[in-house]
């Protein structure tokens, strides 16, 4: 989280969605991050961070 420069309120919305998605997989992770960005309580800029964020882990899955 510390790479891509996360507010506290973003770090905790990943954290709360981690525990929904938890896995073992980089999917996992990407779901998180899809998954915090959805959350209600999110600007449309922090969920267009979190949905960015989650395209660029894919990006190095896929790399």
Known sequence: ???FM???RETEAVSIAWEAEYGMTMFNVINAYTRA???DSMTSEEAYKLERIAGMIL???KG
């Open 6 to 8: 996360l507010t506290k």
């Open 37 to 39: 960005a959805h959350d």
């Open 59 to 61: 990006a190095l899955v």
């Open 1 to 3: 989280n510390r790479q």
